[in-house]
């Protein structure tokens, strides 16, 4: 197992760096100069010249990639552009929001899904199960943003049970906190919950037909311990590896959910940085993203081996 974790970690290394130098790539050829943007309509060609060489624009593109590369190693991803702020700071007072938003989307989700796709399968063929299948197309093709201004308009104008907008931080009390949370998980959970739900019922139908299942009906097992217990163990290697590949559902998500109900994490950072060509915010952003969902399908592989024993590295 620790050869297995020390190999998966070592692969995670040129991945990054892949990451890093695309990333990198990819907005200096897209079109927008951060140059003229901060300099404004009236600027001349001599001041836009000079802003881009006190940014280092001018430099050749290879140069400018090995001296930010150089300073990632250092944990130093740049300075913005317009805030002239560190990015790393930047991006440690907007983890908060984002952090809280996706774990909350994730344990809702998975407490939801799970046994709405363990129900399905059980009741397969039925008004049940057809119910939760058309409910799980519905959410999974809904755009995230017609959710979140439904849900905006139904639970928080209409009938005035939640705010509309805005993020009250855990500082104010749990309850505020989570209270400002539960529309944007709520719509950032739409798709995520018809996702795992799809995939549960798909890995459970070919869990019960096992003989294993009908010698536990044979035994007179109950049914709901079949279902959780036997079934749903031996049917979790595809479930806990939708979870994980959802995160990435998440991350996507959390970028159109943040702009919808003005909460002030990643997604929203994102957003603003990429209308002003904010590059080193965007590559930052963008790399810690990559990151995060590296470390997460590290993690699932693990857990192979909990969910199923014969699972071997």
Partial sequence: MLSYVTRRTMTTIPV?????????SLLYIAPGDPAAIIAGDQATQQDIARIRESLGLDQPFLIRFGVWFVGLLHADLGTSIFANVPVSTMIVQRTGPTLSLMVITLVFAVLVAVPLGVVAAWRQGTLVDRIVMGAAVVGFSVPVFVVGYALCYVLALHFQILPVQGY???ERGLWPWFRSLILPSLTLSTGYIALIAR???????????????RTAKAKGVGQRMILFVHALKNAAIPIVTVIGIGVGLLIGGAVVTESVFVIPGLGRLTVDAILRRDYPVIQGVVLLFSF??????????LLYTVFDPRVKY
């Fill in 168 to 170: 009250a931080p855990l």
């Fill in 199 to 213: 995939v549960t019922r798909a890995a459970m139908l070919e869990v019960v037909q096992q003989d294993y299942i």
């Fill in 16 to 24: 990054m760096v892949f990451v890093a130098f695309f990333v990198f």
């Fill in 292 to 301: 995060s969902y590296v470390i997460v399908n590290l993690l699932i592989d």
